[in-house]
């Protein structure tokens, strides 16, 4: 196991509101597994994946990420295991407006240190794989929505993770894009990485070992009955 939430809520306060996004919730994330989070909107899905992603902190509850105890972390040290271990792609892709689709898949290696020579490599290779190489040159504002989720994709995985999140990966996808990514992502996890995916989308069923079910903050695990159907 990767990655598990002992009780862990979420509350979010803004003025004089509080949210409760995500009820004390027990869930495990394992290696060599495609887990599915489906959900209404709102109900807290990002929250759940954020906190799989070390992007925020549980209000109550322990937990672990690789071994760590997240609760007790320095947001410095948390930056680092989110740098070394996670591949994150945002539900709203977050690739930097002046780079272009290289530079952006390029950058989690660069912040790694990796040398110039391997970070082509591994670049090249990344933005192949969804099938994005000849607009290696382009800016995120000159390429369709889809196009921009596939750089992103590309770029949670360039670095290798051991955990990679995915927020509506394929939204924006046509079905022979959605399938090629969905089929890469399911590789890596029976390859053994844990690969965590949100969605609205009941085409992705069929590529999930398990599914999350989440409603109003409360989160429903339940092993997929549609697996490889
Ligand atoms: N930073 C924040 N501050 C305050 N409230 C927040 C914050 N982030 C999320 N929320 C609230 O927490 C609840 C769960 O939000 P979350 O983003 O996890 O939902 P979601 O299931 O991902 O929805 P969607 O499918 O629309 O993306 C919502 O009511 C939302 O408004
Ligand atoms: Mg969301």
Redo the contacts with the bound molecule.
């Keep these: 196991m990767i990655a598990e939430l002992k009780n862990v809520s979420?509350v979010?306060?803004?003025g004089d509101?509080t949210?409760?996004?995500?009820q004390p919730t027990n869930v495990k994330i394992n290696e060599g597994e495609l887990v599915l989070i489906i959900?209404?909107?709102?109900?807290?899905?990002?929250?759940?994946?954020?906190l799989i992603g070390c992007v925020?902190y549980p209000s109550k509850g322990d937990l672990y990420v690789d071994g760590n105890h997240v609760n007790e972390m320095s947001e410095k040290n948390l930056a680092k295991l989110r740098r070394e271990n996670i591949g994150f792609v945002f539900?709203n892709f977050n690739l930097l407006a002046p780079l272009n689709s290289f530079e952006n898949v390029a950058m989690p290696l660069q912040l790694l240190g990796i040398e110039n020579s391997e970070v082509k490599i591994r670049a090249t290779n990344a933005l192949k794989m969804v099938d994005m190489w000849d607009r290696a040159k382009s800016l995120p504002k000159q390429l369709s929505g889809g196009q921009q989720q596939r750089v992103a994709i590309a770029r949670a995985l360039v670095s290798n993770p051991k955990i990679i999140l995915c927020?509506?990966p394929t939204a924006s996808l046509d079905k022979s894009s959605l399938d090629v990514v969905m089929n890469e992502l399911r590789t890596l996890a029976h390859s053994g990485k844990a690969v965590a995916v949100?969605t609205?989308d009941p085409r992705l069923k069929k590529f999930a070992d398990r599914i999350l079910e989440?409603e109003n903050?409360f989160v429903k695990d339940i092993k997929n009955e549609n697996f490889n159907e």
């Design positions: 979420k979010y306060k803004t509101q949210i409760t996004a995500l959900g209404p909107s709102g109900s807290g899905k990002t929250t759940l994946l954020s925020i539900q927020d509506e949100v609205h989440v903050g």
